[in-house]
């Protein structure tokens, strides 16, 4: 029988050995958490669990996790007439089911239902501030704008890139990579715009927010307008709205502006931003050349659908080809799907990839009444489909068969999912305090996690 240091001996020898698809194989499936505790065993598991190339190959072969964001009560155990609001971000493992914790934030005040007490709810988490200033700060807004920011969401995913996600928390701008722990706060100028991408201008390294301002001065609406700025900088940088020569005609149509990322994120393949059509742009596929910070068009292969952009991975043999782009189509309470594939990007030549029938029998008894809707939508490149209808998110196989089901029985403000996490281990430089020009208290992303 080996003696525990001989056995640990082994164990050391076969991660330094072994190939480099094996290593990331093992590494696939224990947690960034357990990871970076095993850094700590000795120093080669150290060096070979912090090597670029094994974490690399690590995010690269990460199946992307569907994000779900929601506020849930959670009530004080000391007094059952008190409530604590949690905001949370979670993960789907789709070939599990499990829900992984992301981020979660708390309510510093408590909510007693009194009318004194009703902005309790709506007390920030991350800057502890007096009360009074605080309800002075809301008396500032004009009504239409207080009720507004009151009902909104608060905890908000904006984008999720490399394993990072740029995230909103009542007026708190942040990026986080929730592997590592690691976060960089956004100036509060961010705050006066629209986000409408999150980019990594690849000549740099540097990550990047792309804005839309459509009021001026006055306050009144006037043609977008693009600003830039790096994540980790207080200046904001004004484009303009640059048109590709070839298309200079369509300046009015991009005048008309974007959604917001939160609700139609794009999908960066190479030095390109993608967004999904928009109605605001005649259903066309807007393009964002972020070396060259110019706008052009593409067409997509079907029109007027609820349509969500997906990369799909290279094709087998090509793993070091970048991915292609791909659409996912569906309808509201309509049961077939369709995913499409950018197969020729230069000629925009898309292909039907495979058409989904779900059973629509399956669905009917997670609805409350008649009048309840269901949306439907790929959210994987195996075709994995999530429903969300009332307060259920149901997940179906390519085959239309349900394999998992959740509950959010507790949850308000369940929000459309619309991102998916790659975790990733790989450090960046924005995450250093030298990269950032301002100062911010550091939140509470982590606690109780």
């Not at 501030?129 to 995913?157: G, Q, T």
């Not at 600003?227 to 008309?256: C, F, K, Q, W």
Request: hydrophobic share 40%; net charge negative; glycine share 4%.
């Amino acid at each position: 029988m080996a003696k525990p240091k001989a056995k640990r001996a082994n164990a050391a020898a076969f991660l330094r050995d072994a190939p480099l698809e094996v290593r990331v194989a093992i590494l696939l499936r224990l947690s960034p958490k357990w990871i970076i505790r095993m850094r700590a065993v000795c120093r080669l598991w150290r060096d070979v669990l912090s090597h670029p190339a094994v974490l690399s190959h690590l995010h690269n072969d990460m199946p992307p996790r569907p994000l779900l964001c929601f506020d849930r009560a959670a009530c004080c155990p000391d007094d059952r007439y008190i409530e604590l609001r949690d905001y949370c971000v979670e993960s789907l493992v789709l070939q599990s089911g499990e829900l992984r914790p992301v981020l979660r934030f708390a309510d510093n005040d408590y909510l007693d239902n009194s009318i004194e007490n009703i902005h309790g709810r709506y007390a920030r988490a991350i800057h502890v501030e007096d009360r009074a200033e605080f309800y002075e700060r809301i008396e500032k807004e004009e009504e239409k704008e207080r009720a507004r920011s009151l009902s909104a969401p608060h905890l908000v995913v904006h984008a999720s890139l490399d394993g990072h996600l740029l995230i909103r928390f009542i007026y708190d701008w942040f990026v986080v990579n929730p592997a590592t722990r690691d976060w960089a706060a956004i100036p509060p100028l961010v705050s006066y715009y629209d986000v409408v991408g999150f980019y990594e201008h690849v000549p740099s390294s540097e990550y990047r927010l792309l804005c839309v301002s459509s009021k001026g001065a006055d306050g009144l609406p006037c043609p977008a307008w693009f600003h830039v700025t790096r994540v980790g900088s207080s200046v904001m940088r004004s484009i303009g709205r640059p048109i590709s020569l070839a298309t200079p005609e369509d300046d009015e149509r991009l005048g008309l502006g974007l959604d917001s990322a939160c609700i139609c994120p794009p999908i960066q393949l190479g030095r390109n931003l993608h967004w999904p059509p928009q109605e605001l742009q005649g259903y066309h596929i807007l393009v964002f050349d972020t070396t060259a910070e110019v706008f052009r068009w593409m067409s997509p292969p079907v029109r007027d659908h609820d349509m969500l952009l997906l990369e799909l991975p290279p094709a087998p043999g090509k793993e070091l080809l970048p991915g292609k782009l791909g659409l996912s189509v569906s309808m509201t309470n309509k049961a077939t799907l369709e995913v499409w594939s950018l197969e020729d990007y230069e000629n925009e030549i898309w292909a039907l990839l495979y058409r989904i029938q779900l059973d629509v029998d399956q669905v009917a008894p997670f609805l409350n009444d008649e009048e309840d809707y269901w949306t439907p939508a790929v959210v994987s490149p195996q075709g994995d489909v999530l429903i969300e209808c009332a307060n259920w998110v149901l997940h179906c196989d390519r085959n239309g068969v349900l394999l998992h089901k959740f509950w959010f029985p507790e949850a308000q403000g369940l929000l459309p999912i619309r991102h998916a996490l790659k975790e990733s281990l790989l450090w960046h430089s924005m995450y250093s305090k030298y990269e950032v020009e301002f100062d911010a208290d550091p939140p509470s992303f982590f606690n109780w996690l």
